[in-house]
């Protein structure tokens, strides 16, 4: 049960530090490294940016309609 347990949080590590990556590549977070540890933080320009631009796609598609 052990070496599943184990085997399952490699996979799981590797996702994550994927997506964390992806994250901070499209600059919606910082990460702060210290030690073995990091800390993510939600970048809150790029979150105002996308919610302007979504806001406006939702008030173009009902003029569309």
Known sequence: ???WF???IKYWRADLSHHIKELV???LIRVERQGKFMTCYLNN???AQ???FFAQQKWVS???K
Request: a negative charge; aromatic letters at 6%; charged letters at 35%.
């Open 62 to 64: 009902s003029i569309a």
């Open 1 to 3: 049960v052990l070496d």
């Open 50 to 52: 996308m919610e302007a």
């Open 25 to 27: 590549n499209a600059k």
């Open 45 to 47: 320009d790029m979150r």
């Open 6 to 8: 184990y085997e399952q």
